[in-house]
Nanobody
Framework: QVQLVESGGGLVQAGGSLRLSCAASGRTFSNYAMGWFRQAPGKVREFVGRIIWSGGSTYYTDSVKGRFTISRDNAKNLVYLQMNSLKPEGTAVYSC???????????WGQGTQVAVSS
């Protein structure tokens, strides 16, 4: 079975940085997309960005473009979300997700809380 476990959330001041990690286990992920999502209080979940495991191609939603970076460590099966220049509206529960590229995000982590103070 595939398991995803996020870590690294916490409280940070606006303008600060935080790096989230997603530990993936249970299989090889060579044909997978690994995504990051967030859900703020009272709002729907939104897509943040994703990385294609094979090759490392990334894509980001406009609101985080230029500030967030997704990367992965192939040997450790880790996916990272580096968040710089954080804004208060970035306060949310951040979750990682994974799935075969043709099938979408089938597996989800438990989420980690990020709070950005103004």
């Amino acid at each position: 079975q595939v398991q995803l476990v996020e870590s690294g959330g916490g409280l940070v001041q606006a303008g600060g940085s935080l790096r989230l990690s997603c530990a993936a286990s249970g299989r090889t992920f060579s044909n997978y997309a690994m995504g990051w999502f967030r859900q703020a209080p009272g709002k729907v979940r939104e897509f943040v960005g994703r990385i294609i495991w094979s090759g490392g191609s990334t894509y980001y939603t406009d609101s985080v473009k230029g500030r967030f970076t997704i990367s992965r460590d192939n040997a450790k099966n880790l996916v990272y979300l580096q968040m710089n220049s954080l804004k208060p509206e970035g306060t949310a529960v951040y979750s990682c997700a994974a799935g075969p590229m043709a099938e979408g995000y089938k597996y989800w982590g438990q989420g980690t809380q990020v709070a950005v103070s103004s």
